[in-house]
């Protein structure tokens, strides 16, 4: 959605596989480790520490950090405050969302079905009795990061 609004895409993440399905996303690069510039938005999906603290090494000056994959607890990530307050930095988590973002994904989504691989994104279906096989296809190299479950 942010490559289709105008917004240039930088994707970071050390998995080559998942960097090649961001480029048919709409990245408009990738790489392997943190980037080597700085960004006016950075965020952050996966709430792995290392990557919150490469999201926030990431800001340009007046950059936002969007923290959206520390959704459960796991070890503290380190703040400078005085990068924080020099940089003019904006630190935002998100959780959760409302109707309207519901609707605005799937109104993407019909719009936009045929220009990128949606169904990529999901492996499947399994049935209730094939979980194991299940969880055992989403953590095979170039698997669907979803599985999906049939009752």
């Known amino acids: 959605m942010a490559s289709r609004a105008g917004?240039?895409?930088?994707?970071?993440?050390?998995?080559a596989d998942r960097r090649a399905r961001a480029r048919r996303f709409g990245a408009a690069d990738t790489v392997g480790a943190p980037p080597e510039r700085a960004f006016d938005v950075a965020l952050e999906l996966s709430g792995v520490p290392a990557a919150v603290r490469a999201c926030l090494d990431a800001l340009d000056v007046g950059g936002t950090a969007v923290l959206a994959g520390s959704v459960s607890p796991g070890p503290a990530v380190g703040l400078d405050p005085e990068r924080l307050v020099r940089g003019l930095h904006t630190?935002?988590?998100v959780h959760n969302y409302a109707p309207r973002h519901l609707a605005a994904a799937v109104a993407f989504l019909v719009a936009e079905h045929?220009?990128?691989?949606?169904a990529e994104l999901t492996g499947g279906p399994?049935?209730?009795?094939?979980?194991?096989d299940a969880f055992a296809a989403a953590g095979a190299p170039g698997?669907?990061?979803?599985?999906?479950?049939?009752p």
Request: no cysteine.
């Open 91 to 93: 630190v935002v988590g």
């Open 143 to 150: 698997a669907a990061p979803r599985q999906a479950v049939r």
């Open 126 to 132: 399994w049935s209730l009795d094939a979980l194991d």
């Open 114 to 118: 045929t220009r990128f691989p949606f």
């Open 7 to 15: 917004a240039e895409v930088v994707v970071a993440d050390p998995h």
